[in-house]
């Protein structure tokens, strides 16, 4: 019934999540407020080690991605579950570290790491460095040499594959600012060149080729792809690589008509794809990776809201505006990304209205969805915008000036603030006297 299985209705006709009374939750907390099950991560994470363990013999890895939503519990959670954490930048870097995550469990990635970032990898001892370009690999090599260190690395490969998703968050094709394009020979080229470096020691290749993707093809197609050039590399150098990292992607329930592929069934066609192109291309099977994110968060998270204004502008639309908006959810601004609404104090009445959600920020597009289906809603109502787990606190911004919302972690039904609400006072902190 709903798009998540931490989510049901109580006696009341209230939402809930995780067992918890959302308008209990909205009273106590607050709104606009972030509510998280905790327990529907850990099963998430649990899930996909599973399947790894069943698929691969136990010889891979499932790192999370914790661009998705990073802060310290989750960073706690991942680590406890035996997780690696993928991170791409040095303030995700921070967060790990200040929870003592496992340097030799972390993964590094992004296109353009600063020379700052590069030596607090280089210093924590993280376990991977995802090298994205040439001038990267000169740098690390460089860093590492001048440190007496060896950083093992993966290089990003564009495998060239058009996944079904919205061009922005599309990324394995060739026109895109991350990685090394095999078409032009140049990944083949960086290979050479690690190969005769003393401060990097190349473990294997990596690729994402996007996110919220539905269809399985395009990870075998990727996984295909990146065995080949594997195969080549072998062909060329004589090395054979250990590592394929094959990224994330995997795309969640927004909408109660999106039917996602069970992660299990993902993991198993990926698999026989590795098993077979391993054994055409006289290859051992490689230690995989793979690094989902929206997947491990996104279904355990809602946003609940206080409604405000009304506003029914007759033939054309009704607005209805709530207390957050672009500032905790830029999804629908930047994606036109859909979302599932409900009067979470009329969860249980039949949704008649049709609706626009609107945000309380100075842009017009500032819109959490448009032709939404929802119950009436009235000043006062706590309205719920699901499956908000994954790039919604990890996107906020203050624009306008709003302070962003708290982060209310539930385990077990016990409700505990992992991310406190920001002050006016946060807001003037960085600002001259
Ligand atoms: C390199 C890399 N790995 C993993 C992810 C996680 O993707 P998702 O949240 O879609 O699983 C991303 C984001 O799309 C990414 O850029
Ligand atoms: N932030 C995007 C996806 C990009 C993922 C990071 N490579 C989203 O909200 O869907």
Redesign the pocket.
């Known amino acids: 019934m709903f798009v998540s299985d931490c989510l049901g209705l109580n006696a009341l006709g209230h939402l809930t999540i995780g067992g918890r009374d959302t308008v209990e939750l909205a009273q106590t907390y607050g709104t606009p407020l972030y509510v998280m099950d905790e327990d529907e991560i850990r099963r998430a994470c649990e899930s996909y080690r599973e399947s790894v363990n069943r698929y691969y013999g136990g010889r891979g890895l499932v790192t999370y991605?914790s661009?998705?939503f990073c802060c310290k519990a989750v960073c706690r959670i991942v680590a406890e579950e035996g997780l690696g954490l993928?991170v791409?930048s040095g303030g995700e870097l921070y967060t790990a570290k200040s929870v003592g995550f496992p340097p030799e469990r972390i993964f590094f990635?992004g296109n353009n790491k600063t020379v700052q970032e590069l030596i607090e990898a280089l210093e924590y001892g993280v376990g991977t460095i995802?090298v994205d370009n040439f001038d990267e690999l000169m740098l690390l090599d460089q860093l590492a040499v001048s440190r007496g260190k060896v950083a093992e690395i993966l290089f990003?490969i564009k495998p060239g594959i058009d996944a079904h998703t919205h061009d922005f968050?599309r990324?394995g094709q060739i026109d895109s600012k991350?990685g090394l394009a095999l078409e032009t020979g140049e990944a083949m080229e960086a290979v050479r060149q690690a190969v005769g470096m003393k401060g990097v020691r190349l473990k294997g290749v990596?690729c994402?080729i996007?996110?919220?993707?539905f269809d399985i093809e395009p990870f075998e197609h990727a996984a295909e792809v990146m065995l080949g050039f594997m195969a080549d590399v072998k062909a060329e150098t004589g090395r054979e690589l250990e590592i394929l990292d094959l990224?994330?992607?995997?795309?969640i329930k927004y909408l109660p008509e999106h039917d996602p592929v069970q992660y299990d069934r993902y993991m198993q066609r990926v698999a026989g794809a590795v098993e077979r192109t391993c054994k055409a291309r006289g290859l051992r099977t490689p230690f995989i990776v793979i690094?989902?994110?929206?997947?491990?968060v996104?279904p355990a998270g809602l946003t609940l809201y206080t409604a405000g204004a009304v506003k029914e502008i007759p033939g054309v639309r009704t607005y209805l505006s709530v207390d957050g908006g672009m500032g905790d959810n830029p999804r629908y601004i930047l994606y036109q990304a859909p979302y599932e609404a409900m009067v979470a104090n009329r969860a249980a009445e039949p949704k008649t209205r049709t609706v626009t959600l609107a945000g309380r920020c100075c842009e017009s597009g500032d819109l959490i969805g448009e032709h939404m289906q929802m119950q009436e809603a009235r000043a006062g109502d706590i309205i719920a915008v699901l499956a908000t787990g994954?790039?919604n606190y990890a996107m906020a911004s203050n624009y306008n000036r709003i302070p962003r919302p708290p982060v209310v972690m539930l385990r077990e039904g016990r409700a505990r603030v992992v991310v406190r609400r920001e002050s006016y006072e946060d807001l003037v902190r960085n600002d001259e006297d």
């Open positions: 991605a661009k998705a993928d791409v990635h995802v990003r968050v990324t991350f990596h994402h996007g996110s919220q993707i990224g994330g992607g995997f795309g690094e989902p994110g929206r997947s491990i996104g994954a790039y």
